[in-house]
């Protein structure tokens, strides 16, 4: 199977297509995409406008020099990818880009362009210049469709008559076109499967089931944005219109002095930012409902003020209602304030309507009815007058706590057994008059188990906890909905686990565990450790795609972030087979003679052990010799053969620079971040890259000698607002013995799995390689349930590769069953989560000290650490102190404390010394610590012109090198 197949081989989620959104009526043009030489920004803010064309990721195929490419960012507002077939154009492409500054924001690729080499979904604007050369090279319009996100926009360059009956082949019916700078332009209608989630528990009914038929079991990541942790995590989200906003109560620490929140608002398919508001709260509360419809978010921005609406697309408020609460619903054209119905109020206007019965629960909206309840009585109202069709007490028949969702004719409430809280109580009520119709009572699951019901496939599901007989699991019971009777059951399997969060659920699928999917027809389970809902919140289906956020939970490894899961199929051993033909590219420079001397610092964190710990001596007190400003972000250096390198992940590249003088050398730009600094070894300069590729470069000039696609496949979507292969690989490779050792990938259970390999590092030929899957690892011993892969820095030995907490022989790829615990590793959240340390005083909650490097066969709970022989020296977040410790992990000799308002971000050790980089108070400047190793007490400090960057120091004999948070590489010597 060709690529152009397999890219093709995912779904296109049309959903029925049958109209298209169009602007006029039907063109051919003649014209590909060109701007006038002064008017750049000008043609191109012609072309994206309006919400049909909205800023994100635009992609610009056949992108020629790149001066085109370039304009279609608008100054920055879009990210954008331009890709050409031929690779003579990237080198210019990418100069002409830097030229104008958008390096990073602006990336160009090669790529054959027989098919798009993205997500479903997941580009807002795609740009064919010149479509029908494109189609000879084998793209289609069904491909384009597919790579294109609901209501996003195609324009077609040098359309001809073709074009129309091509949009039919792809499933659309009448299309029209309009012509527009010289393109026919299409924008993708809605998917009649896809749903959103606007509301809290989905919509007015609040079922928390969706009707999305494209969403199913999560293979794939479809995007990942934002820190990898919260102190108070996502409390809520909801979806409308290709956008998702969600809520996040104030950071604890701040919350008595500035209680509060904020509202975030991101695009839906490729979790790009949009915009960001906050809120007021007070002690009490800090907890606001949000609701999205259309272009409208609904919510209250002070605590029991006013409900606002805001722009969707700018997060600005347009109207401000003369009503106050905490919970709103909205319906069709009103909106009902308050539990129960409080108020009723016009959307457009504000203006009152009607008032309802004071509530006790939630009203709940079907079938164009409004129901509610007091604790004495259900009521059934008109929404247009609020007038009582219905009132029914309660009397004897049980409630439960309320009344809690709707579904075809039935109203059902939830509750706990008074008799008994340990179990839930069900009961439903006739929507037509109100009559009682049955009730259920069942064991709870622990772990803040809710008696919740959903109602999918035509039955009302709960979740039974300890069964009542012995030898049952958990399990989901389905009850018919007009009797209650037990009509199936689905055991919940031992390697699911109860977590502390509702559930959700689809018209196919219930949602529960931590991202399980529970097959309501065919009763089977699919279990997913790729991601994991947010404590206390849960994650959401909307758009054929899973919503999550970053949680506090360590219960299993799992990709943290704001994240988007997916289901694209994982590659196939004969997609495997063929992309191995096109992986390597030769490039036209040579390795270089000679190794890094034995004291330079080759590497990230100096060596394969990663330990960070040199015996070059370094002076007793240190000053500032020269500093450069190399880009947005530089990660930390490195340092060998006279020249110091770093990785610039903002601007996609690496730099080299002189070490006696900081001038540039050169500069190598990609298409994707590098997110650590490159390994220097056997006259080459390797570096791994988010775009999937393994680089070796010369030193001397920075020239390509070869490269390696170690991702499977050219898959690409966004990761923290750049574009991404959905198989990254870290940025520092791991040389050993003339090897180069790296892995492709996230997590063993997404995208079809890691792809670990060693390979020659001055020929790029591929030694070894192994394919790590959730399969694999269950089958070897001492593997536990949940004891999942992460793709992480890699650490050795000599002997042993280490990839987070999992051994691989050097020689081989074999799993061993060496442990890493005496090793450095990640941790929890891995090598790159610089949110260790906290922003504000050294107060944390539990969780945070875990967020750490681990070593020692019990782990040490530090943010950073370094070993040197038998000791390992410590910044302890825990305890807001420097301290020695042993190789073991245990309290060493001494310990020194962290001066009041300082955030140390990097240690190093040099023969008898420590170098510490921190940040000091709020001044946005720095300092570099002297201590002795022996004592722990300072013996010099230097400052630093910025905030020194997250682990990113080095040093040869009689320097030090830093690297801040603004971009500067540092040199300190004597």
Same mark, same amino acid.
């Given at each position: 199977?060709?690529?152009?197949?397999?890219?093709?081989?995912?779904?296109?989620?049309?959903?029925?297509?049958?109209?298209?959104?169009?602007?006029?009526?039907?063109?051919?043009?003649?014209?590909?995409?060109?701007?006038?030489?002064?008017?750049?920004?000008?043609?191109?803010?012609?072309?994206?406008?309006?919400?049909?064309?909205?800023?994100?990721?635009?992609?610009?195929?056949?992108?020629?020099?790149?001066?085109?490419?370039?304009?279609?960012?608008?100054?920055?507002?879009?990210?954008?990818?331009?890709?050409?077939?031929?690779?003579?154009?990237?080198?210019?492409?990418?100069?002409?880009?830097?030229?104008?500054?958008?390096?990073?924001?602006?990336?160009?690729?090669?790529?054959?362009?027989?098919?798009?080499?993205?997500?479903?979904?997941?580009?807002?604007?795609?740009?064919?210049?010149?479509?029908?050369?494109?189609?000879?090279?084998?793209?289609?319009?069904?491909?384009?469709?597919?790579?294109?996100?609901?209501?996003?926009?195609?324009?077609?360059?040098?359309?001809?008559? =073709?074009?129309?009956?091509?949009?039919?082949?792809?499933?659309?019916?009448?299309?029209?076109?309009?012509?527009?700078?010289?393109?026919?332009?299409?924008?993708?209608?809605?998917?009649?499967?896809?749903?959103?989630?606007?509301?809290?528990?989905?919509?007015?009914?609040? =079922?928390?089931?969706?009707?999305?038929?494209?969403?199913?079991?999560?293979?794939?990541?479809?995007?990942?944005?934002?820190?990898?942790?919260?102190?108070?995590?996502?409390?809520?989200?909801?979806?409308?219109?290709?956008?998702?906003?969600?809520?996040?109560?104030?950071?604890?620490?701040?919350?008595?002095?500035?209680?509060?929140?904020?509202?975030?608002?991101?695009?839906?398919?490729?979790?790009?930012?949009?915009?960001?508001?906050?809120?007021?709260?007070?002690?009490?509360?800090?907890?606001?409902?949000?609701?999205?419809?259309?272009?409208?978010?609904?919510?209250?921005?002070?605590?029991?003020?006013?409900?606002?609406?805001?722009?969707?697309?700018?997060?600005?408020?347009?109207?401000?209602?003369?009503?106050?609460?905490?919970?709103?619903?909205?319906?069709?054209?009103?909106?009902?304030?308050?539990?129960?119905?409080?108020?009723?109020?016009?959307?457009?206007?504000?203006?009152?309507?009607?008032?309802?019965?004071?509530?006790?629960?939630?009203?709940?909206?079907?079938?164009?009815?409004?129901?509610?309840?007091?604790?004495?009585?259900?009521?059934?109202?008109?929404?247009?007058?609020?007038?009582?069709?219905?009132?029914?007490?309660?009397?004897?028949?049980?409630?439960?706590?309320?009344?809690?969702?709707?579904?075809?004719?039935?109203?059902?409430?939830?509750?706990?057994?008074?008799?008994?809280?340990?179990?839930?109580?069900?009961?439903?009520?006739?929507?037509?008059?109100?009559?009682?119709?049955?009730?259920?009572?069942?064991?709870?699951?622990?772990?803040?188990?809710?008696?919740?019901?959903?109602?999918?496939?035509?039955?009302?599901?709960?979740?039974?906890?300890?069964?009542?007989?012995?030898?049952?699991?958990?399990?989901?019971?389905?009850?018919?909905?007009?009797?209650?009777?037990?009509?199936?059951?689905?055991? #919940?399997?031992?390697?699911?686990?109860?977590?502390?969060?509702?559930?959700?659920?689809?018209?196919?699928?219930?949602?529960?565990?931590?991202?399980?999917?529970?097959?309501?027809?065919?009763?089977?389970?699919?279990?997913?450790?790729?991601?994991?809902?947010?404590?206390?919140?849960?994650?959401?289906?909307?758009?054929?795609?899973?919503?999550?956020?970053? =949680?506090?939970?360590?219960?299993?490894?799992?990709?943290?972030?704001?994240?988007?899961?997916?289901?694209?199929?994982?590659?196939?051993?004969?997609?495997?087979?063929?992309?191995?033909?096109?992986?390597?590219?030769?490039?036209?420079?040579?390795?270089?003679?000679?190794?890094?001397?034995?004291?330079?610092?080759?590497?990230?964190? !100096?060596?394969?052990?990663?330990?960070?710990?040199?015996?070059?001596?370094?002076?007793?007190?240190?000053?500032?010799?020269?500093?450069?400003?190399?880009?947005? !972000?530089?990660?930390?250096?490195?340092?060998?053969?006279?020249?110091?390198?770093?990785?610039?992940?903002?601007?996609?590249?690496?730099?080299?620079?002189?070490?006696?003088?900081?001038?540039?050398?050169?500069?190598?730009?990609?298409?994707?971040?590098?997110?650590?600094?490159?390994?220097?070894?056997?006259?080459?300069?390797?570096?791994?890259?988010?775009?999937?590729?393994?680089?070796?470069?010369?030193?001397?000039?920075?020239?390509?000698?070869?490269?390696?696609?170690?991702?499977?496949?050219?898959?690409?979507?966004?990761?923290?607002?750049?574009?991404?292969?959905?198989?990254?690989?870290?940025?520092?490779?791991?040389?050993?013995?003339?090897?180069?050792?790296?892995?492709?990938? +996230?997590?063993?259970?997404?995208?079809?799995?890691?792809?670990?390999?060693?390979?020659?590092?001055? =020929?790029?030929?591929?030694?070894?390689?192994?394919?790590?899957?959730?399969?694999?690892?269950?089958?070897?011993?001492?593997?536990?349930?949940?004891?999942?892969?992460?793709?992480?820095?890699?650490?050795?030995?000599?002997?042993?590769?280490?990839?987070?907490?999992?051994?691989?022989?050097?020689?081989?790829?074999?799993?061993?069953?060496?442990?890493?615990?005496?090793?450095?590793?990640?941790?929890?959240?891995?090598?790159?989560?610089? #949110?260790?340390?906290?922003?504000?005083?050294?107060?944390?909650?539990?969780? !945070?000290?875990?967020?750490?490097?681990?070593?020692?066969?019990?782990?040490?709970?530090?943010?950073?650490?370094?070993?040197?022989?038998?000791?390992?020296?410590?910044?302890?977040?825990?305890?807001?102190?420097?301290?020695?410790?042993?190789?073991?992990?245990?309290?060493?000799?001494?310990?020194?404390?962290?001066?009041?308002?300082?955030?140390?971000?990097?240690?190093?050790?040099?023969?008898?010394?420590?170098?510490?980089?921190?940040?000091?108070?709020?001044?946005?400047?720095?300092?570099?610590?002297?201590?002795?190793?022996?004592?722990?007490?300072?013996?010099?400090?230097?400052?630093?012109?910025?905030?020194?960057?997250?682990?990113?120091?080095?040093?040869?004999?009689?320097?030090?090198?830093?690297?801040?948070?603004?971009? +500067?590489?540092?040199?300190?010597?004597?």
């Amino acid at each position: 199977m060709n690529k152009a197949n397999r890219m093709n081989r995912h779904s296109f989620r049309s959903g029925g297509i049958e109209t298209l959104v169009l602007l006029a009526a039907f063109a051919f043009l003649d014209s590909a995409l060109t701007f006038a030489a002064g008017e750049p920004k000008t043609s191109a803010e012609r072309l994206i406008v309006g919400d049909s064309a909205r800023p994100g990721l635009c992609v610009h195929a056949d992108c020629g020099g790149g001066t085109a490419t370039a304009a279609l960012a608008l100054g920055g507002k879009n990210l954008v990818q331009g890709l050409t077939a031929d690779e003579k154009q990237v080198a210019p492409a990418r100069a002409h880009v830097a030229s104008q500054k958008l390096s990073g924001r602006v990336t160009i690729d090669y790529h054959p362009l027989t098919c798009l080499p993205y997500a479903d979904n997941l580009v807002n604007t795609l740009f064919l210049d010149d479509f029908p050369a494109l189609q000879k090279k084998g793209l289609s319009v069904k491909e384009a469709l597919r790579v294109t996100q609901p209501k996003g926009v195609i324009f077609f360059g040098k359309a001809d008559a =073709t074009l129309s009956k091509d949009l039919a082949d792809a499933g659309i019916k009448n299309p029209q076109t309009a012509a527009v700078e010289g393109y026919a332009r299409i924008v993708k209608p809605w998917p009649a499967d896809m749903d959103e989630w606007q509301q809290h528990r989905h919509d007015t009914t609040r =079922t928390a089931v969706s009707a999305d038929k494209l969403v199913n079991p999560s293979t794939s990541l479809q995007w990942v944005a934002g820190n990898m942790w919260a102190h108070k995590p996502i409390s809520q989200m909801v979806s409308a219109n290709g956008r998702i906003f969600y809520y996040m109560p104030n950071d604890v620490e701040k919350l008595k002095e500035q209680p509060g929140f904020t509202i975030e608002a991101r695009d839906a398919f490729n979790g790009l930012f949009l915009w960001r508001t906050t809120g007021e709260g007070n002690k009490k509360n800090c907890y606001s409902l949000i609701t999205a419809a259309g272009d409208r978010v609904y919510t209250y921005l002070k605590a029991d003020g006013p409900l606002v609406a805001l722009d969707a697309a700018t997060g600005k408020t347009v109207t401000t209602y003369p009503t106050g609460g905490t919970m709103v619903t909205v319906y069709k054209d009103i909106l009902i304030f308050g539990q129960g119905v409080r108020d009723v109020h016009d959307a457009k206007t504000g203006q009152k309507l009607w008032t309802g019965p004071a509530g006790y629960d939630p009203c709940i909206i079907g079938d164009d009815q409004i129901f509610t309840a007091t604790k004495d009585a259900i009521f059934c109202l008109d929404p247009k007058t609020g007038k009582t069709i219905w009132t029914t007490p309660f009397g004897d028949n049980p409630r439960g706590s309320g009344l809690f969702c709707y579904a075809d004719g039935v109203l059902y409430c939830s509750g706990r057994d008074s008799g008994n809280v340990g179990r839930g109580l069900n009961s439903a009520y006739s929507a037509k008059d109100g009559k009682f119709l049955w009730s259920y009572t069942y064991p709870l699951p622990g772990h803040g188990g809710r008696p919740d019901i959903w109602p999918i496939g035509g039955l009302a599901w709960v979740h039974r906890g300890d069964p009542a007989k012995a030898g049952e699991n958990e399990a989901f019971i389905g009850l018919d909905p007009k009797t209650g009777k037990e009509s199936k059951t689905i055991d #919940m399997p031992k390697l699911v686990k109860h977590r502390c969060y509702a559930y959700n659920g689809t018209v196919n699928y219930l949602l529960g565990g931590g991202m399980d999917f529970f097959d309501v027809a065919a009763g089977k389970v699919y279990s997913f450790h790729g991601g994991r809902g947010v404590c206390g919140f849960g994650y959401i289906p909307a758009n054929g795609l899973v919503y999550t956020g970053p =949680t506090l939970c360590e219960c299993f490894a799992h990709i943290r972030g704001l994240t988007a899961f997916g289901s694209a199929p994982a590659p196939t051993a004969e997609e495997l087979s063929a992309a191995k033909k096109s992986r390597f590219l030769k490039g036209t420079a040579a390795p270089q003679a000679g190794q890094p001397d034995k004291d330079d610092w080759p590497t990230f964190r !100096r060596n394969p052990a990663r330990a960070g710990s040199t015996e070059a001596p370094i002076p007793g007190s240190l000053a500032i010799k020269w500093e450069k400003k190399v880009g947005s !972000r530089a990660t930390a250096p490195v340092a060998a053969q006279g020249r110091i390198f770093a990785a610039l992940p903002e601007d996609c590249g690496v730099v080299a620079l002189d070490g006696k003088s900081g001038d540039i050398l050169w500069q190598f730009t990609t298409s994707s971040p590098v997110n650590l600094p490159p390994t220097v070894s056997d006259g080459v300069v390797l570096f791994g890259c988010t775009d999937g590729w393994v680089y070796a470069l010369s030193p001397g000039k920075g020239e390509l000698i070869w490269r390696l696609r170690a991702a499977p496949l050219d898959r690409r979507i966004v990761g923290r607002e750049r574009v991404e292969s959905a198989w990254p690989v870290f940025g520092s490779v791991l040389a050993m013995n003339g090897t180069a050792y790296f892995a492709a990938g +996230r997590h063993d259970e997404t995208d079809g799995g890691i792809f670990l390999f060693a390979a020659d590092i001055r =020929t790029g030929q591929v030694v070894w390689e192994q394919r790590i899957v959730r399969e694999t690892l269950l089958q070897q011993v001492g593997v536990r349930a949940v004891d999942n892969e992460m793709n992480d820095l890699l650490v050795s030995d000599g002997k042993t590769i280490f990839m987070y907490n999992k051994a691989f022989d050097a020689k081989t790829g074999a799993r061993t069953k060496d442990a890493s615990s005496n090793f450095l590793w990640g941790g929890t959240s891995g090598w790159l989560d610089d #949110m260790t340390l906290p922003p504000y005083g050294w107060k944390h909650e539990m969780q !945070r000290q875990r967020m750490i490097r681990t070593v020692g066969k019990r782990g040490s709970q530090n943010s950073i650490i370094v070993q040197a022989g038998s000791k390992s020296f410590n910044i302890n977040v825990d305890r807001g102190e420097i301290t020695q410790g042993g190789a073991d992990g245990k309290k060493g000799g001494w310990s020194v404390k962290i001066p009041d308002g300082a955030c140390p971000k990097s240690i190093l050790h040099a023969q008898d010394t420590l170098v510490i980089a921190a940040a000091v108070g709020t001044s946005g400047k720095g300092e570099i610590w002297i201590h002795s190793a022996a004592d722990g007490s300072q013996t010099s400090k230097t400052e630093l012109p910025a905030v020194p960057a997250f682990d990113a120091i080095a040093a040869i004999p009689g320097f030090v090198f830093v690297s801040t948070q603004d971009g +500067r590489i540092i040199c300190l010597g004597k």
